[in-house]
């Protein structure tokens, strides 16, 4: 008799997805001039991990707006990054919304970064 093995849950972090889908693509717009080249490359590889793990879980992790918890550790940390790109903060709201309409449990934790909630998650798994 074989044991069926338990398909993983998948712990993403949706703010480097952004960012990675940012800079990956050409910058795509709407007809009205809206950019969505984010939100594309986004969905294309939550899509694409829907594929490759299928019947997993899935949860999605956004960075929160503003300082972290970091912030107070270290008062220079990412004091060298410049701004996020308007035409790509515009696309964050969108796709929040796409993701929960996909299904995927979306958690933003105020004051800590996507990285952070991840590795928390992960290791409470274990």
Known sequence: MSQQKTPPVVLVDG????????HALPPLT????????????VISMLRKLEQD?????????FDAKGKTFRHEMYE???ANRPPMPEDLAVQIQPIHEIVRAMGLPLLVV?????DDVIGTLAHEAT
């Not at 793990?53 to 992790?61: A, D, E, H, R, T």
Request: net charge positive; proline share 5%.
């Open 15 to 22: 703010s480097s997805y952004l960012f990675r889908a940012y």
């Open 30 to 41: 709407t007809s009205k001039n809206h950019p969505t080249g984010a939100i594309k490359g």
């Open 53 to 61: 793990f299928p019947g997993s879980k899935m949860v999605v992790v």
């Open 76 to 78: 220079d940390y990412k």
């Open 110 to 114: 105020d004051q800590v970064e996507a």
